[in-house]
């Protein structure tokens, strides 16, 4: 069993910061690609950011310069760093996981929850 487990959500007024954290937990052998979506209301889901194994990362054009997205193997977790956040930023952030588990050969893609990020003075 796999779960992804997002945290770091909130409230935060336009200009802040937040960062977003998500654990990757269970039978994992590895993780290939970690990235984040986001769903404002009203709209579809978009990609933020993905980061791949070795490292690549790519953004949506609206959060570069803004957002980074890095991972930490040893821990299984990905984290997204927002700075100087708009208020078009609020929206439900997903984590999303190509996860190997072990004993398998198959790459399985996983989703966290969702987090809700509020952007308002």
């Known amino acids: 069993q796999v779960q992804l487990v997002e945290s770091g959500g909130g409230l935060v007024q336009p200009g802040g910061s937040l960062r977003l954290s998500c654990a990757a937990s269970g039978s994992i052998f590895s993780i290939n690609f970690m990235g984040w979506y986001r769903r404002a209301p009203g709209k579809e889901r978009e990609l933020v950011a993905l980061?791949?194994?070795?490292?690549?990362?790519d953004y949506a054009d609206s959060v570069k310069g803004r957002f980074t997205i890095s991972r930490d193997n040893a821990k299984n977790t990905v984290y997204l760093q927002m700075n100087s956040l708009k208020p078009e930023d609020t929206a439900v952030y997903y984590c999303?996981?190509?996860?190997?588990?072990?004993?398998?050969?198959?790459?399985?893609?996983?989703w966290g929850q969702g987090t809700q990020v509020t952007v308002s003075p």
């Open positions: 980061i791949q194994s070795g490292g690549s990362t």
């Open positions: 999303r996981a190509g996860i190997i588990k072990t004993g398998t050969w198959s790459l399985v893609n996983y």
